[in-house]
């Protein structure tokens, strides 16, 4: 039964480098259960100031949380936004692109994706974005089901070779 639940989609603020912590090692955690022999954890915790510095700082970055009722951030949505010149090729871009979406896994089905992907698109109208663009590992199948859903198609592929197989 898909159960909606209210919540707040904000911008990340300083007072929030705990919880993007927290939810990122969750991503990661949730990404080695996915595919152990291809993903391991983070040799050592994300810092406080690794995270201001790369994810708060920039001008061509946002983090937004979603923030249930009890004030609890259960999804956080990390967005890069450049502009593509440098291919010869390819016509240029203004692009911004989901880094990382992550609902917990006991809030999911509940709206809170569909919620973040809508400030996604919010976030690429006010950047003029041509377009919205984002990665998905070829084994995480479930969220290739919701980006689908969500509208987005196959542009490119990255093939790779695992040498140790060999």
């Not at 090692?25 to 949730?30: A, D, F, P, R, T």
């Not at 983090?63 to 009890?70: C, G, K, M, W």
């Amino acid at each position: 039964m898909d159960m909606q639940t209210s919540v707040t989609i904000r911008r990340a603020a300083k007072a929030d480098i705990p919880e993007i912590i927290r939810l990122l090692i969750l991503l990661g955690e949730y990404h080695i259960k996915l595919k152990p022999e291809l993903c391991r954890a983070a040799p050592t915790p994300r810092k406080k100031k690794t995270v201001k510095k790369s994810m708060l700082r920039p001008k061509n970055r946002a983090v937004y949380l979603a923030v249930d009722a009890q004030g609890h951030a259960c999804g956080l949505l990390y967005l890069s936004k450049t502009e593509m010149k440098t291919s010869p090729v390819l016509l240029n871009q203004r692009i911004v692109k989901v880094e990382d979406l992550f609902v917990e896994e006991g809030m999911r089905g509940r709206g809170i994706g569909k919620a973040l992907m809508a400030q996604a698109r919010q976030a690429a109208k006010e950047y003029k974005a041509d377009s919205l663009t984002l990665e998905v590992w070829e084994y995480n199948k479930a969220s290739q089901r919701f980006y689908a859903n969500e509208g987005f198609t196959t542009w490119n592929k990255l093939m790779w070779l695992n040498m140790g197989e060999e």
